[in-house]
């Protein structure tokens, strides 16, 4: 091939591919620590033991990321569970999903481009939308249980 064509050549192909692996993995380290986060907001009530927790499995396949196990949390209270099942890592226009399915209707948990930093949403359209801290966190629950 001529010179011309030069441009099309990638010299550094190795390190701008993604490494799947990596993602993958810092991806299970963001659910994880979003459910520790939900667990030390919860502390108090589940030393009064209001509120149960529990962990699910979940199966998940993406491309480039492969099939791998993801954990599920469970928040049992007043006779109500909230379930958050992770989608995927792989979201248009986010870093990754989590589902939180209640029996007031569904919710989802998008991961921003910013360290830490998710964004609660209803599923349908031109709902909620608003930071996933502890406020947002109790209110959810509150909602979900009365």
Do not use: C
């Not at 692996?21 to 963001?30: A, G, I, K, S």
């Not at 979003?34 to 962990?55: D, F």
């Not at 379930?83 to 991961?111: C, H, N, S, W, Y």
């Not at 359209?125 to 996933?132: A, F, V």
């Amino acid at each position: 091939m001529s010179d011309k064509y030069d441009f099309l050549r990638d010299d550094d192909m190795e390190e701008k591919q993604m490494n799947w692996t990596e993602v993958r993995e810092h991806w299970l380290q963001d659910i994880n620590a979003l459910y520790e986060k939900v667990k030390e907001w919860l502390q108090e009530p589940l030393a009064e033991q209001l509120v149960l927790i529990g962990w699910t499995e979940h199966t998940i396949s993406e491309e480039g990321l492969g099939t791998y196990k993801a954990p599920g949390l469970k928040i049992f209270a007043k006779m109500k569970q909230i379930e958050f099942i992770p989608v995927g890592r792989l979201i248009i226009g986010a870093q990754g999903r989590i589902d939180i399915f209640t029996d007031k209707g569904d919710l989802m948990l998008l991961k921003t481009e910013n360290e830490g930093e998710w964004i609660l949403k209803e599923k349908k359209r031109g709902g909620l939308h608003e930071k996933w801290d502890e406020k947002s966190f109790l209110e959810m629950m509150r909602w979900a249980v009365a």
